[in-house]
């Protein structure tokens, strides 16, 4: 028998969230999963509902507002629905009033940060610290699942008790990766938000000092346009936001990060599932991801370490297929739906 969970999450915007959830459900049917999800806002641009469409997934939109929580009441009774799992502040604080109406049903919340790290930089620091507050009130009250051993650690300082389910994305077909790149040694990129938590400028400094090497920063986000004014280097190249971020593995060699804060970077290990060796600041959740044999790290926000590291990886000749194998072994998407397909069955027969 297979088991009914409703997905809320406030929309289907291409984010770590989303694809998390896409790793989730891609796979459901092999795990005895049958989804069903419920967004929050409407959708625009960069959406990737269509993804979850041609996985003949339902997906409603119950809008948010007054009466957004009895909609998905309805559609839990309607549904039978037996687990609801929510991605965010808002879909959590949904999931809480949800368990405090349904006795019969399972709540669960996936961490995809540790808020009093995130929060400060997206919303400032007072905010940011009240919002976070209320984030880890909420999640008390629900079945915690962690991004990545980190968050969990991190949380469990906080006295809150979670499951660890690291991350994990769809692999390539590695032979058809390998036959199709050109190997230059010398393109580093970039991809993802450029705001100040994924601290881009200082990527940028170095490769101001290193112009034998290129540098691609794909993505968008709130300091781009300042950061795109201030360039005059022919290495260092913005590309704005992609639908097809493939097209950028295959024609880099390494994945570069100086990111302040992470719960376990999606796009670092879509980068290494496509081969490329890493260069990652050392947070805690960079260190969860790397050993010797994928990339190196530097001391975070140190421009001089970063410029020797730089120097450095172009020297070790790391085996793309070591990078890939190390993805393939420990951050599949397949692992993540299967364990996430075990919680929901011992949560029923439990």
Do not use: W
């Not at 406030?10 to 984010?15: F, H, I």
């Not at 092999?30 to 003949?56: A, G």
């Not at 804060?261 to 947070?283: H, Q, R």
Request: proline share 3%; aromatic share 8%.
């Amino acid at each position: 028998m297979s088991i009914k969970v409703l997905y809320i999450i406030s929309s289907l915007r291409r984010s770590g969230p989303v694809n998390v959830l896409y790793s989730i459900v891609k796979d459901a049917m092999i795990n005895n999963i049958e989804p069903i999800i419920v967004t929050l806002k409407p959708e625009f641009k960069r959406s990737k509902l269509n993804s979850f469409t041609d996985l003949d997934i339902e997906v409603i939109n119950v809008g948010r507002n007054s009466s957004t929580l009895t909609k998905i009441i309805k559609i839990i009774d309607d549904r039978n629905i037996e687990v609801v799992h929510s991605h965010g502040v808002i879909p959590d604080f949904i999931n809480c009033l949800i368990r405090k109406k349904k006795k019969n049903v399972y709540c669960i919340s996936t961490l995809h940060n540790f808020p009093f790290e995130d929060y400060k930089f997206a919303y400032g620091r007072i905010c940011g610290f009240l919002l976070a507050v209320i984030h880890c009130l909420i999640v008390r009250n629900l079945i915690c699942v962690s991004c990545s051993d980190t968050i969990q650690q991190k949380f469990k300082k906080l006295h809150l008790s979670t499951i660890s389910i690291p991350n994990g994305v769809e692999l390539p077909d590695f032979s058809k990766v390998i036959n199709a790149r050109r190997k230059r040694e010398n393109v580093f990129l970039y991809l993802g938000e450029v705001n100040r938590r994924k601290n881009v400028h200082l990527l940028i400094e170095a490769f101001k000092n290193l112009t034998q090497y290129e540098l691609l920063i794909v993505g968008d986000g709130p300091e781009l346009k300042s950061l795109e004014k201030q360039n005059c280097y022919k290495n260092i190249k913005f590309v704005g936001r992609t639908e097809n971020p493939v097209s950028f593995f295959m024609k880099s060699d390494y994945y570069i990060s100086a990111s302040l804060s992470e719960g376990l970077p999606m796009a670092c290990l879509e980068a290494m599932s496509y081969g490329l060796p890493v260069i990652l600041s050392d947070i805690s959740p960079h260190r969860e991801i790397i050993n010797d044999k994928v990339g190196v790290t530097f001391s975070s926000n140190d421009l001089k370490d970063l410029l020797k590291q730089i120097k450095k990886i172009s020297s070790l000749n790391i085996n793309s297929k070591n990078v890939y194998k190390h993805i393939e072994d420990k951050y599949s998407a397949a692992r993540v739906s299967e364990e996430y397909g075990n919680l929901y069955d011992e949560l029923i027969e439990n």
